[in-house]
């Protein structure tokens, strides 16, 4: 088993780490984002706010405001101090796919998606990459 970890960590370390890093981190961020969306909705007659700046403000989302930004997006930035002062729907790399949309019951609903790694969140959690008109779970 060792030998296996370390064997993936040699391939990790010279084949795109980094960029694994960032893809990772922007699923996590996905996930945090879509869950406090259906937090949202629960709340509003399970309908997606139509400003993502909604879920920030009204506490859905115990989150600093990185969480809105893909470590790859190089024109938006969020506020550097952590704090939601400065905030604006300017630093946000996200997408609503359907704002103020109603929610199904069946949880079948795509929710935000990134514009540089192509993931989509989607209402149950599940965050899935799609290129090319494909879906890879």
């Not at 010279?14 to 996590?28: M, Q, R, S, T, Y």
């Amino acid at each position: 088993r060792r030998i296996l970890l370390i064997a993936a960590l040699a391939v990790l370390g010279g084949c795109g780490a980094p960029e694994k890093e960032a893809e990772l981190e922007c699923i996590n961020n996905l996930k945090h984002v879509g869950l406090a969306l259906v937090l949202y909705a629960g709340d509003h007659d399970n309908v997606v706010p139509r400003d993502p700046s909604a879920i920030a403000t009204l506490d859905y989302l115990n989150q600093p405001p990185s969480v809105f930004v893909c470590p790859r997006d190089k024109a938006k930035r969020a506020p550097k101090t952590g704090s939601w002062d400065g905030f604006t729907l300017a630093t946000v790399s996200y997408s609503l796919i359907a704002p103020g949309a109603r929610l199904e019951p069946g949880g079948t609903n795509d929710l935000v998606e990134c514009p540089i790694h192509h993931h989509v969140a989607f209402v149950r959690g599940k965050v899935v990459g799609v290129r090319r008109g494909t879906a890879n779970p």
